[in-house]
């Protein structure tokens, strides 16, 4: 996987700019760019490491520009491996002029994420926190960034860490015992054994359970907006967006696909899903709509539930036990919309005998919006509590806590049931494969690949 | 004009990249960091020019990112002004955080162009050079990159600055005699003063006489496709863009506004400009359209002129003799399309009788297209030749220049008719401004505020 050639890319945004950034990696690297770089300084003292030299570009008698070149040697720079960044006019003829005289001189192309990727083959950083590049220069809101900085820095990593060692330790004196299983010892106390198994499955759960919270922050938490036809709820979806991007029609029945978009509200982002009105229907298409919206409701974290308060539906108390039925893990808000059209007080009054909260406002007007968002700030609260817990939000490394999870659940079955040592190793060692893929300890090429192919190119 | 503050931007396109480069730039604008930049390398050594330190961002507690910064002492930046640079991660949120910690420190953002007006206002480079620099950036092609580099090296700047000196030097002897005008003595050789004004007076029109190139490297060669309605003038330009940018349809007079496109071809840049079919019509629109045909071949530096080879046009020696005359600055390329649906050689013996030069190919099958081209570029190679001399690509240099010219035009008739040397001095003082002009050695607030204002933010 690793290769030890020369790669370039150019790492700062495409199209014309002040500045441009093209970045060259590898052994020896700086004899690629000795035919081309021409600086009163670097040829009086030679190159110092962190050290910018002003210069020009050129190649035989082709001038292309004036450039600043900052030089890293091997082990003080972010790939671990001897580079140099070249800081140009942001113009992408000059770009691609200077691009093309560093892959002639002997690099190519750098692949997504290939920079990174060095990184962590030079052992700068390990997989978890490679990763958390990516995460952080995708990160929209602050959360994101905090949790994805926090990653980066080692957050996760270290725990990971710790549970792997407190592992080895163990695994390794029942691997010892299998090696004298004649001699009938027992280097691992089984007591002390099972007490690790239980204090780490607890470890372990306790992270897998923050990849709720952690999906939530890095993809948004999803909101639907459910209700009677006509109730408003695309009027509501434009208010939140400040947009106008549902089609809003007076006529019920205008929303037949499920729209979604984010917006962003106290460093959180929110996916919000418009969905068809919920009503008896017998036209196909609207049918359709209806099931999508309910099952949008399913995989909901947040639900508003809206209804008009000119044309309130009677049984409103059954649809709302219905559908907290139907999507227990959703926090609901009961919106009464269009409060602006009627007589408020009365069409309150008409609520009160509800068991549940609600919110009246006017999705129109956006009078009550700022109550709403500000009860949806403190409902969804657990995304912001992120600073101080490791927060996993890597679909990868939950996908890998779960078969540790597993393989914890039969090393404990193993030990309480007596299990042969051979048998208790393997669940062991399946456990600590299921860690070690967080952090790269254990990696294949496959899944190498499959991750800094989502990177950007040059980084 | 110039400001003492300190100012800052993005430097680097927007967008998500690998990286993002934030200027800073003005008096003691260190400061600025240092409640923000944490690195050990600076603590233990302090900052030193041109050095890149790495170390984390942060507000309080709040940790941004992990940045590369380079510092610049006063006098060895940019803008002459002690600066640096902080290389972040590309992430639009990091971006926008670093600016607002980095804004509240006490900075502003920079207008656009300001780091290099800066540059021109400490000295760093006059005028000329400071607007090569946005045409560098924006340079699409080898030539259009060539100039402005040419300019930014200061080619055109010594080239007026020479001009200058020779004229100063008479011009201060002319005005030394008015200060002793009671002695009637001559400083001033007036034949020697009448030789350098003529050499002088052929130099600024060579350098006038360039523009045309240089407007049309900047601007792209202006070139024209005309010919009867049908002949396939917008298949052409289709074939030449290399994608469907005009209307084609089979239907005669598809095409009634000028439609315009650039294309590149060996490191020149033609913009093509198709037309209306020229034909007698009575359609009112349609006669617009001719109209414009004619205005464009007016204004054009090359005309294609399509035959259609299935439908020959029964007076085109006419027409071409009327085309010449209406546009005698243009380069006429005769173009006999559709050749591939005729018996090529009896069609093209019907042309041999012409005293013009054509080309048989067909647009749509690309047949001939590239003996086509390699005319064009010869044609035009006078705009190819731009490194040897300097070029005036500027029409604020352009009109510098002319009023330059007629002061000298002035001086001369002063010396010839022996006028009185305070209107002489006050002739050469006018030639004196508008080479001074283009420099920056004359310059106004205004002026400076308006040639800045079309810089991007960041330079």
Sequence with gaps: MLRDDIICALSTPQGIGALAIIRVSGENSHATIAPFFNSKRATKTGYESHRAYFGDFSVKEEHIDEVLITFF???????????????????????QRIMECILEAGSRLADPGEYTMRAFMNGRMDLAQAEAVADLIHAENKTMHDVALRQL????SSEISSFRDELVHFASMIELELDFSEEDVEFASRKQLLNMLQSLKT????????????????????????????AGKSTLL??????????????????????????????????????AGIRDTEDYVEKI??????EQAEKADVIFYLIDATDPEKDVENRIKYLKASAPQAIVFLCINKTDQVDTDVTLDLFQDT???????????????????????????????SSSQTIVTNARHADALRRTSLAIDKSINAVELNIPGDLLAQDLRAALDG???????????DLLANIFSKFCIGK
Excluded: M, Q
């Design 73 to 95: 040697d091997e082990g003080k720079s972010f790939t671990g491996e001897e580079s140099f960044e070249i800081s140009c006019h942001g113009s992408p003829y000059i770009v």
């Design 153 to 156: 820095k080692g957050g996760l």
């Design 203 to 230: 470890n372990v759960h306790s992270l897998l359970d923050s990849f709720k919270y952690g999906n939530a922050i890095k993809n948004g938490i999803a909101t639907a907006i459910l209700g009677a036809p006509n």
């Design 238 to 275: 434009n208010a939140l967006l400040g947009e106008d991007r549902a089609i809003v029609s007076a006529i019920a029945g205008t929303t037949r696909d499920t729209i979604e978009d984010t917006f962003h509200y106290a460093g959180l982002t929110y996916r919000l899903i418009d969905t």
């Design 289 to 294: 709509g209806i099931k999508k919206a309910f």
């Design 355 to 385: 068991k549940h909260d609600f919110f009246p406002i006017s999705a129109k007007s956006k009078k009550g919006l700022n109550s709403l968002l500000e009860a949806l700030k403190e409902a969804t609260a657990w995304t912001a509590h």
């Design 435 to 445: 860690l070690g893929e967080i952090t790269g300890t254990i990696s294949t090429d």
